[in-house]
């Protein structure tokens, strides 16, 4: 599939994923709601550190060696589904998930903002160590690597370590009950990717991943 295509395949899926958030927004009241939306300055700052980490992503993009094999494309789609809902869930002030969580003090707000640059900063951190050999899919690219080098000697995922703390960051932020269920939604997207993953990389390098696997932590140090 080349490039072209992927693009292509991502428009619609971006579509389909807005068709979902309309139909369900026209029965709600949800869109009537986003009009009158007012967001505090400290999701202001979230958003502007989720837009700024989506810029350097796209960039990068560019930079990957062409897929010697892959996933299939509903599976990559599933994937692609789940985390723009669980962004839109963790900006939006979803009606009936608007409860809060933790109070809305300053010292929560600057605690989770610092989590979020801190993550972008990992992110990119091991964006730079993957080089051409990152992909959105999972997949095996020519020439593929299995790098060790950078927060890959501790973590065999670093960047969805990162994601995460993007998440728990912008939650700390958001203190409202929407912003868990978007954690809780790509945690299990991430986990599921990360299952892909290993078995793609195992098979690729059965006996040197199989050192690693044992070596480091999959993607939360100290849990998993």
Request: proline fraction near 4%; aromatic fraction near 10%; hydrophobic fraction near 50%.
């Amino acid at each position: 599939m080349n490039r072209t295509t992927k693009t292509l395949r991502m428009m619609a899926v971006a579509a389909l994923v807005g068709a979902v958030i309309g139909g369900f927004g026209r029965k709600t009241g949800l869109l009537e709601f986003t009009k009158t939306l007012s967001l505090t300055p400290g999701m202001r700052a979230t958003i502007g550190l989720w837009f700024v980490f989506s810029v350097y992503w796209s960039i990068a993009a560019k930079d990957q060696a062409p897929t010697r094999s892959g996933e299939s494309t509903l599976s990559r789609q599933a994937h692609v589904i789940a985390v723009n809902a669980a962004l839109l869930l963790l900006i939006l002030p979803i009606p009936g998930l608007t409860r809060r969580f933790l109070p809305d003090m300053l010292p929560l707000v600057v605690i989770g903002l610092a989590i979020q640059a801190a993550s972008i900063v990992l992110a990119i951190w091991a964006r730079r160590h993957l080089g051409s050999n990152w992909s959105g899919e999972v997949r095996i690219a020519n020439g593929h690597e299995l790098v060790r080098s950078g927060p890959y000697r501790f973590v065999r995922h670093p960047i969805y370590t990162a994601l995460v703390g993007m998440y728990i960051g912008s939650g700390l932020v958001s203190g409202q009950v929407h912003a868990l269920v978007a954690l809780a939604l790509v945690l299990l997207a991430y986990w599921r990717k990360i299952r892909l993953e290993e078995g793609v990389l195992a098979g690729a390098f059965p006996g040197e991943h199989e050192r690693y696997r044992r070596e480091t932590w999959a993607w939360i140090p100290g849990l998993y």
